[in-house]
């Protein structure tokens, strides 16, 4: 119960401070936006082919989405660390497991209120819309949601690590591409099979992705403890 | 309204060494039993690199008890206080708080400490209320909205409840700080330059407050420069210099001018040659 209501204080504090300022939200928002753009203006036009343009499409939220990813989690860790109200937090006994898993929620909810947004305009800039159904629509958040879940569990470690260190913010991006690799495989592989196809054919990238995600944020629950206290 | 905070058994030390320092238990007298030091540091040592910041502190804390330290800037108070408050790991040493081992079962103990260091541990972009209901929900504190209401009209905080923090002065924040170092009624008080930017209004505050918490039987440790403030606050007190803790005397056994010239007198001692 104390875990529970701790893990719920935090994740209110860290949405509440986030969508107060609106820094972050407005930050990673239009960062995707353009992202988009730039993709559908530079390649949009040359694909008449639905496989080409689901291929796109994928390539475009992922890297969208991997990018403002990195941006919302040095936020989340600045934050934290500039008043040193990590520290704070520590004092109150608090597990560093609990804080973790309560980064990785928040940045969570974050992310995929970002994607619910950013999806959308991606299928209608590069002509997807119009063939997507709610239902490939629904299973694509299910596949992102799985995807951001390992991208948080990743990130929330690695971020809680490089934004101690000087140069923090561009450190994480080096730190954490490498190990998020498998993630946005698995994702941009069941993005463009949903997109084209409809389905998931035969789904090993979805467990992949899945198994991934759950295996890291179960190491790096147990690993929290060493993080945030050295 | 003052707030209704559990206080501490009041308590009189039984014996004490020849060498002037207390003993590690006391006798309560309220309770009859025997009671644990509020905080005992013994040899603690931490290096950064090849540089050790500090080296061998070895302090205890009563409950009741106010332990001054003075030191320059650089002395190394601010890791000394970073340690007991274990935010920070020794490299070497042994820490105990209320009896428990605090550098093995941190989490534990972290409860047991207010904590008022340079950083204002909080959220600039919450208010005043909305940190202390955050802090006090991470605490588990029950009729929280009352307690973070009491305890900032207390610290005269009452017409700036709801104003961000970062619009703060020093005076204020520091305020603040010290109304969340006793959101949860701790134990032991770790008060680094509390008296630090403050006008005269203030620090009467700040010593007002640390006496009533005195009176509670929590432990206090300030860590200042200021000789004059450090003295009328604590009841105990120690120079620390080059990153070595030393024990000077109890307030009733030096004046407030024999400990500073002292404290000068160390400082001139181990002032780097040439300047």
Not at chain 1, 39 to 56: D, H, M, S, Y
Not at chain 1, 106 to 133: C, G
Not at chain 2, 160 to 186: D, N, V, W
Not at chain 2, 254 to 267: D, F, N, S, V
Request: hydrophobic share 50%.
């Amino acid at each position: 119960m104390k875990a529970f209501r701790q893990i719920g204080a935090l994740i209110r504090k860290d949405l509440g401070l986030q969508f107060r300022s609106k820094e972050t939200l407005v930050l990673i928002f239009v960062f995707s936006v353009l992202v988009v753009l730039i993709f559908a203006f530079a390649f949009g036009p040359i694909f008449p082919e639905k496989v080409e343009r689901g291929k796109l499409t994928a390539s475009v939220l992922w890297a969208a989405f991997v990018f403002a990813g990195i941006i919302s989690l040095n936020r989340s860790f600045t934050l934290e660390r500039s008043h040193g109200a990590i520290d704070g937090i520590r004092l109150t006994g608090v597990d560093a497991s609990n804080l973790y898993l309560s980064k990785v929620v928040s940045n969570l909810v974050f992310l995929f209120l970002l994607e619910i947004v950013i999806t959308p305009i991606a299928l209608q800039f590069l002509d997807l819309l119009d063939v997507v159904t709610m239902g490939i629509l629904l299973k694509l958040f299910g596949v992102l949601s799985v995807g951001t879940l390992g991208f948080c569990a990743v990130g929330v470690l690695l971020a809680g690590m490089s934004t101690s260190a000087n140069g923090g913010e561009s450190l994480l991006s080096v730190i954490l591409l490498p190990l998020v690799i498998p993630i946005i495989m698995g994702g941009a592989k069941c993005t463009v099979s949903l997109l084209v196809t409809g389905g998931l054919e035969g789904g090993f990238w979805l467990r992949l992705l899945a198994a991934y995600s759950l295996i890291f944020l179960a190491a790096a629950y147990l690993l929290a403890d060493a993080v945030i206290e050295e | 309204m003052p707030l209704n905070l559990p206080t501490f058994p009041s308590s009189k030390t039984i014996d004490r060494r020849k060498d002037g320092r207390w003993k590690n238990f006391h006798f309560s007298s309220q309770h009859g039993i025997i009671d644990i030091m509020r905080l005992r540091a013994s040899q603690l040592t931490k290096d950064f690199g090849h540089r050790t910041i500090v080296k061998d502190a070895t302090l205890s804390v009563q409950p009741g008890e106010v332990v001054t330290i003075f030191g320059p800037n650089g002395a190394g108070k601010t890791t000394l206080i970073k340690i007991l408050a274990t935010l920070l790991k020794p490299t070497s040493g042994k820490l105990e708080i209320e009896g428990a081992d605090a550098i093995a079962d941190y989490s534990d103990v972290r409860r047991m400490l207010g904590v008022v260091i340079h950083e204002n541990l909080a959220y600039p972009a919450f208010s005043p209320y909305e940190n202390l209901k955050f802090f006090g929900q991470m605490y588990g504190i029950k009729q929280l909205e009352h307690r973070a209401t009491t305890l900032l009209t207390e610290v005269g905080l009452q017409r700036f409840l709801h104003e961000p923090l970062r619009i703060f002065s020093r005076g204020m924040t520091q305020r603040f700080m010290i109304a969340k170092a006793l959101l949860h009624a701790p134990s032991v008080l770790l008060l680094d330059e509390p008296f630090s930017g403050l006008d005269a209004a203030a620090r009467q505050f700040v010593r007002d407050r640390i006496a009533r918490e005195r009176q509670k039987g929590t432990g206090i440790v300030i860590t200042t420069h200021n000789t004059e403030l450090g003295y009328l606050a604590g009841t105990r007190f120690l120079f620390m210099i080059d990153g070595e803790l030393e024990e000077i005397a109890q307030k009733n056994e030096i004046k407030a001018e024999t400990l500073l010239r002292m404290y000068e007198k160390r400082l001139t001692h181990n002032a780097p040659k040439g300047l």
